[in-house]
């Protein structure tokens, strides 16, 4: 199981860009990436035409990543705890760090490229970047008070 850890956390994907904006390569349908994937990126790579405020870009991050779900847990991933910090520079370049409930979970790589993906969207982002990270361990300790209620744990 270590090893399977460890392979997460040196994979990398490059990002491509096609368009106006980079993203990574999407699993088809509901089926997981071939790779185990650690980080992703995405946005438009531009940085903001006028001044942003890191704390409000911040903030609609935050908000954007309360619409992403695990397909096993009616919870979004936020409120779950699974978002361990989002920074914002003042040159529009967002940083994420998340983890998931398990390693072996089988849309990891989904998850990190959408958390990426909303990220990128975010008004005053020009670059997302995703990192997975297993340290620390997730535990049920992370989640929201609302999270645990909509679970039944309190």
């Known amino acids: 199981m270590g090893d399977d850890i460890e392979r997460l956390k040196i994979h990398k994907i490059e990002p491509r860009s096609t368009s106006d904006h980079v993203f990574l390569p999407r699993a088809d349908g509901h089926s997981p990436p071939t790779e185990p994937v650690s980080e992703a990126y995405a946005g438009t790579g531009e940085?903001?035409?006028?001044?942003i405020d890191?704390?409000?870009v911040e903030a609609a991050i935050i908000?954007?990543?309360q619409t992403i779900y695990d397909p096993e847990i009616p919870v979004n991933i936020y409120e779950l705890g699974l978002i361990y910090g989002v920074e914002v520079s003042e040159d529009g370049r967002a940083e994420v760090r998340m983890t998931l409930t398990a390693p072996a979970c089988?849309?990891?790589g989904a998850i990190v490229?959408?958390?990426?993906?909303?990220?990128?969207?975010?008004?005053?982002?020009?670059?997302a970047h995703v990192e997975l990270v297993w340290d620390p361990p997730w535990t049920p300790e992370r989640m929201t008070e609302?999270?645990?209620l909509e679970l039944g744990m309190i």
């Not at 940085?47 to 001044?51: I, L, N, R």
């Open 113 to 127: 490229e959408e958390v990426a993906e909303k990220s990128g969207h975010v008004e005053g982002v020009s670059t």
């Open 146 to 148: 609302a999270a645990k």
């Open 63 to 65: 908000e954007a990543l």
């Open 47 to 51: 940085e903001p035409t006028v001044p």
């Open 106 to 108: 089988p849309v990891a």
């Open 54 to 56: 890191p704390q409000k």
